[in-house]
């Protein structure tokens, strides 16, 4: 079974920082494909940054320069390291990944950015 828990969401000010994490079980981790999207009220999920098996990555233009994802394969985590953070970047933030054609998500954490 393919299970993806996110952690290290949280209320940070504008212009703050946060980690997320991403823990997975279920796959072949160092293969995949992993990608962190976010949601904000009344808008469609989006993808905000992913990274390869081989450790490239690409990023959504409003978080270039801001945002690095990194991989653990050791640990089969993700992460999103998140500087200078906006409130536009105020979402739940949720772990993606594709197996055997499906994609499959975390439930979801929570970052809210106040000015």
């Known amino acids: 079974q393919v299970y993806l828990k996110e952690s290290g969401g949280g209320s940070v000010q504008a212009g703050g920082s946060l980690r997320l994490s991403c823990r997975t079980s279920g796959i072949n981790f160092k293969i995949h494909r992993m990608g962190w999207y976010r949601q904000a009220p009344g808008k469609q999920r989006d993808l905000v940054a992913a990274?390869?098996?081989?450790?490239?990555?690409d990023y959504s233009d409003s978080v270039k320069g801001r945002f690095t994802i990194s991989r653990d394969n050791a640990w089969n985590t993700v992460f999103l390291q998140m500087n200078n953070l906006g409130v536009d970047d105020t979402a739940v933030y949720y772990c993606?990944?594709?197996?055997?054609?499906?994609?499959?998500w975390g439930q979801g954490t929570q970052v809210t950015v106040s000015s």
């Open positions: 990274i390869n098996s081989d450790g490239s990555a």
């Open positions: 993606q990944t594709v197996w055997r054609s499906l994609n499959y």
